[in-house]
């Protein structure tokens, strides 16, 4: 065969592109595989995080929050802004700007590394042979040393609400409105349901979310869930739990959803619909049957703790298998595939996997919550601070939210950070790096912050364990 590569990677995501980077980096060639169009029928590498999702949903969550700051905010500092007006198209294209830019950046570092593009669906139709179909159905076959297989996953479609792509639509379509719906449903008030609900309600529509579990947020440190449900309530986020969507009804003016809840039947119209309630992985099509890759009970590619399928040489990484779907956990797991392929020790430390909402405030965590480890039997103790007595974030009028850090009562290793609060998505690093390092609450509690920093509430909770906070009674 013709055509030979060290590594061919399909899927260029974040997992993807990562993997195929470091490969280059160490030396062997390496070519990626990605089928992705984006709207403007141009090829696009990056995948899911780059296209459609977590870059175009922040530049989206900014400009509302940009948007929201000069009509309810500003006047408190003493700025008055009179004849505010919204154009949606722009703040489409400005997201559709930051999205080119950094897809076209990694098409520039796959240049710089010598890594070939193939644009097309990828298929495995022999342990380490890769068969390409072209956009206009010609069929190309690479043989490789190893395949990492990084396809990414999608929306989970329900058969109460199918989509329409106008009136019911999924995450990327929810990106695309060229107007404020005035009345937005929202099904799954999970991750995206929580960001994209943010995003319209602060331009101005009137957001229900329809929730099919009782508990709010039910993954997420149960404190942290309350002061997040009452701000997004206070938002006018109108959060309804314990719903079953039972059928959906699109008409000339709307779209309306019945649902059951515990008082019995009801309807809810709205303009538009956004159905969110989870995603899969990319599985169909992406290997020939008589190669016998293994799939787990729900369809993600079967891997063990270093990423190895059941074929030799044969890995997956990122949403396609186990574990969280985020971004950084796929790029984490690209790098040490790739590393493995090389000889080396490559290695994702699955236990410090941070997690941000992105709503205002924004929700961090990483490790264990007292919940699981109430369950698992483990001794531990808490160290809890609020925003409100953090003098940088009084100054900021950005008071709602707390630091709470857990740390094992007997050796005081930190177990736990869960944050609910201004810039969470960045204070949750300090708490990643001292769990990655083994650290104690003491060695935060040891640790100077500067002053006057969101920081120094992660440094009083960290204190707080101890029970020697110097800005609040213990
Ligand atoms: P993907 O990014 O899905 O990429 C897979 C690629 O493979 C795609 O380009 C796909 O077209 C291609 N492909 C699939 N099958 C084939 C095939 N057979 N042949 C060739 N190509 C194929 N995560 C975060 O960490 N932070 C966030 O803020 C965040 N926000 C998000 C917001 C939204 C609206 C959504 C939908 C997701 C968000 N995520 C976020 C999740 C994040 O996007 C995913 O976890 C991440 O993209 C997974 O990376 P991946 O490389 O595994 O797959
Ligand atoms: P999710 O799992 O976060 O939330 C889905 C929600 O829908 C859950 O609360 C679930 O109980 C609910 N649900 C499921 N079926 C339902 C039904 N029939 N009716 C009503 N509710 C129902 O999933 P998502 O919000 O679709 O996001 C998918 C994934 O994408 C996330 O889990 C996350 O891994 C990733 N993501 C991450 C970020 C981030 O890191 N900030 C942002 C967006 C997406």
Redesign the pocket.
């Known amino acids: 065969m013709a055509n030979n590569y060290d590594v061919i990677v399909i899927g260029a995501g974040p997992a993807g592109y990562c993997a195929a980077i470091r490969c280059a980096q160490l030396g062997m060639s390496t070519a990626v595989v990605d089928d992705f169009v984006y709207k403007d029928g141009q090829p696009a590498l990056g995948g899911t995080c780059l296209n459609v999702?977590?870059i175009p949903?922040k530049a989206l969550l900014d400009s509302s929050e940009q948007y929201h700051k000069v009509n309810s905010e500003l006047s408190a500092h003493g700025i008055h802004a009179q004849g505010v007006t919204l154009d949606v198209e722009q703040m489409i294209a400005r997201k559709d700007r930051v999205v080119k830019e950094l897809t076209g950046g990694i098409r520039q570092l796959f240049k710089a590394n010598k890594i070939d593009w193939l644009h097309g669906h990828g298929k495995l139709v022999e342990p380490k042979t890769v068969e390409v179909t072209r956009s206009g159905g010609e069929r190309e076959r690479y043989a490789a040393g190893a395949v990492v297989l990084a396809t990414g996953s999608r929306?989970v479609e329900?058969g109460?609400a199918p989509l329409d792509h106008e009136r019911v639509v999924n995450?990327d379509g929810a990106l695309e409105f060229r107007e404020v719906p005035p009345r937005l449903g929202i099904?799954?008030?999970?991750?995206?349901?929580l960001?994209m609900g943010s995003v319209w309600s602060r331009l101005g529509s009137e957001v229900v979310l329809?929730?099919?579990?009782d508990a709010f947020l039910?993954p997420v440190d149960r404190q942290v869930a309350r002061t997040g449900q009452q701000a997004f309530k206070k938002q006018g986020l109108d959060i309804r739990l314990g719903?079953?969507?039972t059928g959906t009804q699109v008409g000339e003016d709307g779209v309306t959803v019945a649902y059951e809840d515990k008082s019995g039947s009801q309807e809810l119209t709205v303009d538009r619909l956004i159905v969110?309630?989870?995603?899969r992985p990319n599985t169909d099509e992406l290997s020939a049957k008589e190669v016998d890759l293994l799939l787990d009970e729900r369809g993600f590619v079967d891997v063990d703790e270093t990423c190895r399928t059941n074929l030799p040489d044969v890995y997956a990484v990122g949403d396609v298998v186990r574990g969280?779907?985020?971004a950084h956990k796929g790029q984490e797991e690209g790098v040490m595939v790739a590393e493995r392929i090389a000889g080396q020790e490559g290695h994702v430390s699955y236990e410090t996997i941070p997690?941000?909402?992105?709503t205002d405030p924004e929700i961090a965590w990483v490790g264990r919550t007292e919940e699981q480890l109430k369950k698992a039997g483990v001794p531990f103790s808490t160290g809890v601070f609020g925003f409100a007595a953090n003098g940088r974030a009084r100054a900021m009028d950005r008071t709602t939210g707390t630091v709470k850090l857990i740390a094992h009562a007997e050796t005081d290793r930190l177990l736990g950070a869960h944050i609910i609060g201004p810039q969470a998505s960045e204070l949750i690093a300090e708490a990643v790096v001292a769990m990655e390092f083994g650290g104690s609450a003491e060695d935060l509690a040891r640790t100077i912050h500067a002053h006057p920093t969101l920081s120094e509430t992660v440094h009083e909770a960290a204190l707080a364990v101890g029970k020697r906070a110097i800005h609040k009674a213990n």
């Open positions: 999702g977590c949903s929306s329900i109460a995450s099904i799954g008030a999970g991750v995206i349901g960001e329809l929730e099919a579990q039910g719903c079953r969507v969110c309630v989870g995603r969280p779907m985020l997690w941000v909402i992105y």
